[in-house]
C-alpha cells in the first residue's frame, strides 16, 4: 500500500519526515515494513505486509499521526 501526500513548505516537510520516522522506529507492528520515500514536498509512505490487520494497525497508526503533526503545523 502506497500514500503520497503533499505538504506545503520543505520546512513542514522535515517536520513531518522527521516525527513519522520516530513513530515508524518505535512501532509495535513487527509483520509490516514501512518506508518513507521524499521528493520535494511530496512524501510517500508505502507499507508492506502479508498480514491485513497488521495493514490497518500500521495504516490507522501512521495516519493518526500525520493528521496530528499537520494540525500542529497549521497552528503556526
Known sequence: MKVTIE????SHMDV???ALQ???ESS???????????????LTI???TA???A???TFNSLMNWLITILESLSLE
Do not use: A, C, M, W
Not at 505538504?7 to 520543505?10: F, N, Q
Not at 509495535?28 to 511530496?42: A, D, E, V
Open 28 to 42: 509495535p507492528y513487527k509483520k509490516t515494513k514501512i518506508f518513507l520515500n521524499r521528493q520535494k514536498n511530496q
Open 16 to 18: 513531518v519526515e522527521k
Open 22 to 24: 520516530k513513530e515508524i
Open 55 to 57: 495493514l490497518r494497525g
Open 46 to 48: 508505502s507499507i508492506e
Open 51 to 53: 498480514d491485513i490487520r
Open 7 to 10: 505538504v506545503r513548505t520543505l
